[in-house]
């Protein structure tokens, strides 16, 4: 069967930054941090964050179970792909958020849109 359909965006969760532009060169791969401060009808002490890129370029293999921090924001860290030619990828990352680990309560779940510029540069000539 096909996969349940993603939430839609929510307006109860602030991302910082709201969005992402990034310069990497060729064959690094440079972290991608995004801070998610829930309000009250999200908090938790744990969540798990499921990241997926329309686009492949931050395609993630896995959801990641985050917990808070004293005060009560969770950080996602993500990266860009080592191996990615040179160039300019956009597109905007979808996190939805579950209350537990399988992240099978879809309909509980959260997801927020951040959108993206990643600029590849070529790697330097020896």
Do not use: K, N
């Amino acid at each position: 069967p096909a996969p349940a359909p993603a939430p839609a965006p929510s307006t109860d969760i602030t991302v910082s930054p709201a969005r992402h532009d990034l310069g990497v060169a060729a064959g690094v791969s440079a972290p991608f941090t995004l801070v998610l401060t829930p309000d009250a009808t999200v908090a938790g002490a744990t969540l798990t964050v499921w990241p997926t890129d329309a686009t492949g370029f931050l395609q993630s293999t896995s959801t990641q179970r985050v917990r808070a921090d004293v005060q009560g924001r969770f950080v996602v860290t993500l990266v860009t792909p080592a191996d990615a030619a040179a160039g300019r990828r956009t597109g905007t990352l979808m996190l939805v958020l579950c209350p537990e680990p399988s992240c099978t309560r879809l309909q509980q779940a959260r997801s927020v849109g951040v959108p993206y510029t990643i600029e590849v540069t070529a790697a330097p000539g020896p």
